[in-house]
């Protein structure tokens, strides 16, 4: 007999939906975390006060409404970190209040303190007491997340030299920064602290950024952060990063110098999995801390599950929860359908990305022919009134069949809007459905029915010449 038929190593999002799912089920289920990272690394220091924190930049510096009422455009003149702290407490505070609302609903188990596998069917909980508790469990689920990886050449002080997890606790807007990384997590703060005033040279040893999205958007983000004066290193690395008393010293390998008031380092992530002990289970994880694992997200042993970032790619959120929730399914031998492969990725720079489906290049590269439709936000309406008149959504489609392949969109609630195409793609919908269908008016939303109208004049074209 165990204590429990389902132990979850982590409370994010996919520990999270793991556990509520197979409470669900009638199942005997815990989670084990520490008391101050409930809602794991997505609450207190990733996804939730990043998105709250480019929320309260947007507001703040007024940067959104500044087509409307000049350049010169601010809600608050001075803005501190204080300014930006309280509303990303605000939302950590309530967040944290609905995850622990509904574990308990669900008659989840919360165990306070940190596990570690004893074997294959057991963990040790260390509550900081200086005694550790056993627990047993028929299945387990390990959703112990990643953490910011840090190069062993890095001086890291988290005030100078900070990583992606720690710039949110800065003590002031830095006047300079150096970011090291064009990645989705490195983007995503330069354009936030670009937005604040801050001068941001992003420092990238590729020649280009965010390459699996689409080229024409992320030239579209690029000019828009050097608008900001966000200055860009690509085909650079650094070297090395000397402190000084006021401000750090940045050495490239082509010889380059930058000095900035701060360096966020973006080089990637490492699964938490280092103190879990996985030997003891018979489980190992390869250099970066990630398990691997099944189709059914079943690791090497055959009671123990892992999900989320801690296996790796897509590591998003979204993905996290679905993986989670699949996962408990298969553990308590619940029949569940698949992941679809659709997923949408979802990107908060400033202005947002998101798109599903495949890219320009990607279908180029597989000789898929294809038409391309645009709708710029400057044509709408509801562009107009929120003032954005860079935004833009663009449909790439079949021009045998209508079919959408692709649907890419910049601006304005960029990543809302794509649900829209990614539901007409999941249903095997066509471009006739979006030229068909009625939008409200003014919305974004309507942008969908200008691209596709967009799309179906270029294939009429093309079929009246060619027959």
């Known amino acids: 007999m165990y204590d429990y038929d389902l132990l979850v190593l982590g409370s994010g999002p996919s520990g999270q939906k793991a556990a509520i799912a197979a409470a669900k089920l009638g199942r005997r289920v815990a989670v084990v975390d520490r008391r101050d990272m409930l809602g794991g690394v997505c609450i207190n220091t990733g996804t939730v006060p990043s998105k709250t924190l480019r929320e309260a930049v947007l507001y703040l510096t007024g940067l959104s409404q500044r087509d409307l009422y000049g350049s010169s455009y601010r809600v608050k003149e001075d803005i501190t970190v204080a300014d930006l702290a309280a509303r990303t407490q605000h939302v950590i505070g309530r967040q944290t209040d609905v995850i622990r609302d509904q574990l308990a609903r669900n008659r989840v188990t919360m165990i306070t303190?940190?596990?570690?596998?004893?074997?294959?069917?057991?963990?040790?909980?260390?509550?900081?007491?200086?005694?550790?508790?056993?627990?047993?469990?028929?299945?387990?689920?390990?959703?112990?997340?990643?953490?910011?990886?840090?190069?062993?050449?890095?001086?890291?002080?988290?005030?100078t030299i900070v990583d992606s997890d720690g710039v949110i606790n800065l003590q002031a807007v830095p006047r300079s920064m150096v970011v090291v990384g064009a990645g989705v997590i490195g983007m995503e703060y330069a354009s936030m602290f670009a937005a604040l005033g801050t001068k941001v040279t992003v420092v990238e040893r590729r020649e280009r950024m965010l390459g699996f999205c689409d080229e024409e958007i992320v030239e579209s983000l690029k000019y828009h952060l050097r608008d900001l004066s966000v200055t860009f290193?690509?085909?650079?690395?650094?070297?090395?990063?000397?402190?000084?008393?006021?401000a750090a010293l940045c050495v490239l390998r082509s010889g380059k110098k930058i000095v900035a008031d701060t360096v966020m380092y973006s080089a990637g992530r490492q699964g938490q999995t280092d103190e879990l002990a996985l030997e003891a289970a018979g489980l190992t994880a390869d250099h970066r801390g990630r398990i691997q694992v099944d189709a059914d997200y079943r690791t090497a042993v055959e009671n123990i599950y892992a999900v989320g970032d801690v296996i790796g790619f897509p590591a998003l959120a979204s993905t996290s929860m679905e993986q989670g929730r699949l996962a408990a399914q298969h553990a308590c031998g619940e029949p569940a359908r698949a992941m679809p492969e659709l997923q949408p990725i979802g990107i908060y720079t400033i202005p947002e990305i998101s798109f599903v489906g495949k890219t320009e290049d990607e279908l180029t590269e597989a000789s898929t022919p294809f038409e391309v439709g645009i709708a710029r936000y400057r044509e709408l309406a509801r562009g107009q009134i929120v003032g954005d008149p860079y935004g833009m959504l663009k449909l790439l489609v079949s021009p045998a069949d209508g079919r959408l392949l692709g649907v890419h969109v910049f601006g304005t609630g960029a990543t809302e809007i794509v649900h829209i195409g990614q539901a007409v793609m999941g249903c095997g919908g066509t471009v006739d459905y979006l030229l068909d269908a009625v939008f409200n008016y003014p919305t974004l939303a309507e942008a969908y029915k200008v691209a596709a109208l967009d799309a179906a004049n270029k294939i009429r074209n093309i079929t009246r010449i060619d027959g």
């Open 113 to 159: 303190g940190t596990g570690r596998f004893a074997d294959a069917h057991s963990v040790w909980v260390d509550a900081g007491s200086g005694r550790e508790t056993r627990v047993s469990f028929d299945k387990a689920v390990i959703a112990a997340g990643t953490r910011p990886a840090r190069p062993d050449s890095v001086d890291f002080d988290d005030r």
């Open 233 to 246: 290193r690509f085909g650079e690395e650094v070297a090395s990063v000397e402190k000084h008393r006021t």
